[in-house]
């Protein structure tokens, strides 16, 4: 079965290197005109995927937004998912699911099990349980050419406290899970299927992600305050396998099929500028 390492690195020689996220909170599905209810959430989401999923290398729905109207967004989430994948993008769910034993064992069944009517081909994971607890979702991952995007250092203002805060062995935690996750990926070619989630806003850390060898999603471009040129301040020399992702910046473009194409290759054009 081919690895989601490689069918990524595939589609983003074909495509480009961009995420785009699929967002429907209240305010976007108001700034479009739309009703902040079922219908609402069905047209958005529909209107993007058939904007963009036959352009983009990847697109991210964040299930919470779709949670949010109970079985029934559940099940536009399950149209959005089969209906990207049809049109050729891959599918990061954004989940951020971490548990222990066989209830993580459970999360990552109902998406990485190609059974599951949500199956994705790769799913966000946060591994403040401990990156071991991570398992079930790694093996699935692997057993179904499946990815994983493991939380490392993100965005918001309270995750220093957190991801910074120095273990025993003298290395901090987000180093830590990030050498984790290297290790995963050893010899993996031409990409590993384990990634990091690293925040485009959070500047030069310090942190080591030499050895990765891995996909890093790097979201908070855009609405979020960073910008393209803030890629190489974060990334340094591991800019290889980086996943720019926008959300709002191209969101806010809608409802027209045509603006969300221009302002999806605008900012993918920005990033492969800034880039090189």
């Known amino acids: 079965m081919e690895t989601f390492g490689k069918r990524l690195a595939e589609a983003t020689q074909k495509r480009g290197r961009l995420c785009v996220g ?4 209240a305010a976007l599905l108001s700034r479009w005109g739309l009703p902040d209810d079922i219908s609402g959430l069905e ?37 959005t998912i ?27 069944s109902a998406y990485l099990d190609p059974a599951s009517s949500l199956c994705a081909d790769a799913i966000t994971v946060s591994p403040y349980l401990g990156v071991g607890s991570l398992q079930p979702a790694f093996d699935l991952a692997r057993a179904n050419g499946g990815g994983v995007f493991v939380l490392g250092l993100t965005s918001n203002p309270e995750g220093p406290t957190v991801q910074h805060a120095v273990t025993a062995g003298g290395k901090s935690v987000a180093q830590t899970v990030i050498d984790e996750i290297s290790q995963l990926n050893e010899g993996a070619e031409p990409l590993g299927s384990f990634g990091l989630v690293i925040g485009a806003t959070i500047g030069d850390t310090g942190h080591d992600l030499s050895r990765v060898n891995g996909p890093l999603l790097a979201p908070g471009l855009g609405a979020q305050g960073a910008t393209a040129s803030d890629l190489r301040s974060v990334f340094g020399e591991s800019l290889r396998t980086l996943l720019p992702s926008y959300s709002r910046e191209v969101l806010a473009a809608g409802p027209g099929v045509a603006e969300l194409r221009a302002a999806a290759e605008r900012v993918a054009a920005e990033c492969e500028a800034a880039l090189g």
């Open 22 to 25: 699929i967002d429907p909170h």
């Open 43 to 79: 047209r958005f989401a529909r209107t993007v995927v058939d904007a963009l999923a036959d352009r983009v290398a990847v697109v991210k729905p964040q299930s919470a937004f779709f949670e949010r109207f109970g079985s029934r967004g559940i099940g536009i989430l399950e149209s």
């Open 82 to 108: 089969r209906q990207s994948r049809e049109a050729g993008a891959l599918v990061l769910l954004d989940v951020k699911r971490g548990d222990i034993g066989s209830t993580m064992a459970a999360y990552a």
